[in-house]
């Protein structure tokens, strides 16, 4: 954590690790905010990613969230 190549995505939940739809990179920040454009109504997970390529697609954390 604190990389600049760290980055969180916002994928539907159940999509294979290696699937991201709108991400960023962290630029090495280990706290902030971030707006994702606006999604379908339904399951998602906020994942996140350490130090882009040598982490690979290997989830560091999942936060499941319900978009209405």
């Not at 709108?22 to 996140?48: C, L």
């Not at 982490?55 to 954390?61: E, F, I, L, T």
């Amino acid at each position: 954590p604190g990389n600049s190549h760290d980055w969180i995505t916002l994928v539907p939940v159940g999509t294979s690790d290696s699937t991201y739809g709108e991400w960023f990179y962290t630029e090495g920040r280990k706290s902030g905010s971030h707006t994702f454009a606006s999604q379908k109504p339904g399951d998602y997970e906020v994942r996140v990613y350490f130090n882009w390529p040598d982490g690979g697609y290997v989830v560091q954390k999942r936060i499941k969230i319900k978009v209405k």
